[in-house]
């Protein structure tokens, strides 16, 4: 079971500066909930924290469709509120409202080079998944920049976040680097990656990592009937067709969530030793999963929906965060400026 109070990554963590950033392209889903939602509510109550809605970001791959990220950006706000996230607690700010992240993104870019950026092996990923060949938007190619100047403009010294995002990090310290060498004094922080614990969580089809654009997520909005039926499309191992046959445990998505979610894991490993002999059924695990799921989200559904009656506060909230975001990171602008003799 994926809880943050025992969590080792997050427990003891006191007095850090966190930033994390989220793409609003989609409402979040269980796979947010256990990589990176309830980590940040357990961290929000000792250290300083800022989740940036990285709505800029977010269009630079999405430029074609833009009300894809302004249509989900209270979205994700509001699922944040809706699993704990307290605005009191952590400063929720958006990306497109603070120019200070601009100008040092614009700064920025004098530091790197263009084969450095071709080079990054997150931006070459996923510059693969996109399909966009020898059509790179230059917006796209630049978000590491971008992303350095949000970790280094918040002061960050910890980003939690998948292993993915190391080699963004990598970057962002070399460019703080560099701008610390300019101003022959420490400007900028050095961050530090805190890796998810929790695996990707596959989704429900098992056809790779659980996404609102495949489809294939269990939405913290579902409604039960949603997540009964998904979880009995739920994919399992096609092989196993009579109970009595020897089931296969990896790749099997029920196993995967019930890894993340099943407070019992001492259970779960047998379960899963009785899946492999062979006499355990895919609705027999289906029906230990359905209930723990549906606990998990109906108190967030609900949060989500009362809060939802009033999307003027979740945009005000949004509105004050970021006016608390724009004060935090001025003196680090000013510090990047007079390095550049600004
Ligand atoms: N790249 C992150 C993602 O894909 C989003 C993000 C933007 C971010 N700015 C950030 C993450 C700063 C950590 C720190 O979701």
């Known amino acids: 079971m994926f ?3 025992n969590d080792p990554a997050t427990n003891g963590l006191t007095g850090r500066t966190i930033l994390t ?9 269980l796979g947010h909930l256990a990589g990176t939602l309830l980590a940040r509510r357990a961290l929000q109550e000792e250290n300083r924290q800022t989740i940036l809605v990285a709505d800029l970001q977010a269009l630079t791959d999405n430029a074609g469709n833009p009300a894809k990220v302004s ?3 209270l979205e994700v706000v509001l699922d944040y509120l809706a699993v704990g996230i307290d605005p009191e607690k952590t400063v929720i700010a958006r990306q497109s409202r603070m120019p200070e992240l601009m100008e040092m993104t614009l700064l920025f870019l004098n530091l790197v080079t263009v084969s450095r950026l071709q080079r990054n092996p997150t931006i070459k990923t996923e510059v693969e998944a996109r399909g966009f060949g020898e059509s790179i938007p230059a917006g796209f190619l630049c978000y590491p920049v971008s992303q350095a100047a949000d970790i280094t403009a918040f002061g960050a010294d910890l980003v939690p976040a998948g292993d993915d995002q190391a080699p963004l990090i990598e970057l962002s310290n070399e460019i703080a680097a560099r701008v ?8 900028l922080r050095r961050a530090e990656l805190l890796r998810s614990r929790a695996p990707r969580l596959p989704g429900i089809d098992g056809h790779g990592k659980m996404s609102k654009s495949a489809c294939n997520a269990i939405l913290l909005s579902d409604s039960s009937d949603e997540i009964r039926r998904k979880v009995m499309a739920m994919y399992t191992d096609p092989d196993h067709l009579k109970v009595s046959d020897p089931g296969k445990v990896e790749g099997n998505v029920v196993f995967a969530m019930l890894d993340a979610f099943d407070p019992d894991q001492e259970e779960v490993e047998n379960l899963k030793d009785r899946y492999r002999a062979g006499g355990l059924g895919d609705m027999a695990l289906k029906r230990r999963l359905e ?6 989200i109906a108190p967030i559904r609900t ?3 009362f809060l939802s009656r009033d999307m003027g506060e979740v945009a005000a909230i949004l509105d004050r965060g970021t006016e608390r975001a724009r004060e935090d990171v001025a003196p680090r602008l000013a510090g990047v400026r007079r390095a550049f003799g600004l």
């Open 303 to 305: 949060q989500r929906a």
């Open 21 to 29: 950033g989220d793409r609003p392209t989609g409402q979040l889903h």
């Open 71 to 73: 249509g989900n950006l």
């Open 180 to 187: 610390n060498r300019l101003a022959g004094s420490e400007v």
């Open 3 to 5: 809880d943050t109070t």
């Open 291 to 296: 209930p723990i799921l549906q606990e998990l």
